[in-house]
């Protein structure tokens, strides 16, 4: 076995390196139905976390891992954005198939010295409750950190708490 | 289960010495998903992503930038040694002076108009990568008193799986603040630190021109083969 390569922080300075154009339109092969999601990132202190990237993995409209095809202009499924200085964030995509559809969600910043890995689910309490993968959550309030809140057709609403007071469920990795 | 016999790998949320990570880090315990969970097909990022020259930070100004020329290189691959091939790697770095060419950067330092710190590329089919730059400067940062970063370049793995997914930073051989750095040595084992610090290896360079610096990544064991072609 080869020993891994340990993590260190994205720190504040890496922007312009790691922007990628429409980073936060998820594109698919695939066509479905449009959501928005956004939030706001915020500390221990209930400060907004201004300098963090959100990236987003999820399956296709369809329910299947997303397809990609060399001749493509960006990678589908796959969402990356940067809070801005009000720690708010918005993603644009399509509604993930499956029985409780959801984003896997990775979150990087300066102060963490690796990423916090959590999941946003687009879908009912129930639905999320019944997902083998928080079977260890199934009765605990904190499920509801990680379901987000329809405000209109098609919008969802979702904040982030690193620390403290609703600190949202990160998993262990 | 983890193997509580085997020192963790990475650091941990919170290391205090690392002011920053003490209204980040989460508190309440972390949720074991089931085995597997993230270890799926991730994304497909296509070849077109990374333009032709973008693995070379030197060419992007009308003369060469300020600085030591180097040549980073090596091999991405998996805990059980297999090449990852075909994923995109991501760099970014400070100028020669210490100077990020980032708006949030406020270090009295020079910017170097020929020189901006970023870079893309793919590995190959060995999982080989290969940047030209120029070694970083150190730089100070609001830490503590008088600290500085060891000179460092920032680097991004997409891997071809979830669990894969790295952000992390090289280092330089013989580096005098290392042995001071608090996110260098945010990562528990100490034997596990070295394996950020990249190795002299003069071949890899360019005779006359470059210097070579060796840095092979270990992204986690992934049983998921990329998806796409």
């Known amino acids: 076995m080869a020993a891994r390569t340990p993590s260190q922080t994205v720190g504040p300075f890496f922007h312009e390196a790691l922007r990628w154009r429409d980073g936060g339109q998820v594109s698919f092969a695939e066509s479905g139905t449009r959501v928005r999601l956004s939030g706001r990132v915020t500390d221990g202190a209930g400060e907004p976390v201004g300098d963090a990237m959100i990236e987003t993995w999820q399956l296709s409209p369809e329910g299947t891992p997303p397809r990609g095809n060399p001749g493509d202009t960006k990678p589908h499924g796959f969402g990356r954005v940067e809070t801005a200085k009000d720690g708010t964030f918005t993603i644009e995509t399509l509604l993930p198939g499956g029985d409780a559809p959801h984003l896997d969600v990775a979150i990087f910043a300066r102060g963490l010295l690796k990423a916090l890995r959590t999941r946003v689910y687009l879908a009912g309490d129930d639905a999320a409750r019944r997902d083998p993968a928080l079977a260890a959550l199934a009765r605990s309030p904190r499920v509801r950190t990680l379901i987000a809140t329809a405000t209109k057709p098609g919008e969802y609403r979702w904040d982030v708490r690193l620390q403290g007071e609703g600190e949202t469920v990160f998993f262990a990795l | 289960m983890n193997d509580m016999t085997r020192p963790d790998i990475d650091p941990p949320y919170l290391h205090p010495e690392y002011r920053s990570t003490r209204l980040r880090s989460p508190k309440e315990p972390l949720l074991e998903l089931p ?168 071949e890899t360079g360019v005779e006359g021109v470059a210097l070579g610096y060796r840095f092979d990544i270990v992204l986690a064991g992934a049983q998921a083969t990329p998806l796409g072609i």
Do not use: C
């Open chain 2, 35 to 202: 085995p597997g969970t993230l270890d799926v097909p991730g994304a497909y990022v296509p070849r077109g992503f990374a333009r032709n020259g973008e693995n070379d930070l030197t060419i992007h100004g009308q003369s060469l930038p300020i600085g030591e020329r180097m040549v980073v290189s090596g091999r991405l691959v998996d805990e059980s040694g297999r090449p990852i091939r075909d994923s995109l790697v991501e760099i970014w770095q400070a100028n020669a002076a210490g100077r990020y060419d980032h708006p949030g950067d406020r270090h009295d330092a020079p910017l170097d108009p020929n020189f901006h710190g970023l870079g893309r590329t793919f590995t190959d089919a060995e999982g080989r990568y290969r940047f030209m730059t120029i070694k970083p400067g150190s730089y100070t940062w609001q830490n503590h008193p008088f600290a500085w970063r060891p000179q460092h370049i920032h680097f991004s793995l997409l891997g071809n799986a979830p669990i894969q997914r790295l952000i992390t930073q090289m280092y330089f051989p013989g580096d005098p603040l290392l042995d001071i750095d608090p996110i260098y040595n945010s990562i528990p084992d100490a034997a596990a630190r070295p394996r950020l610090v990249a190795q002299l290896a003069l």
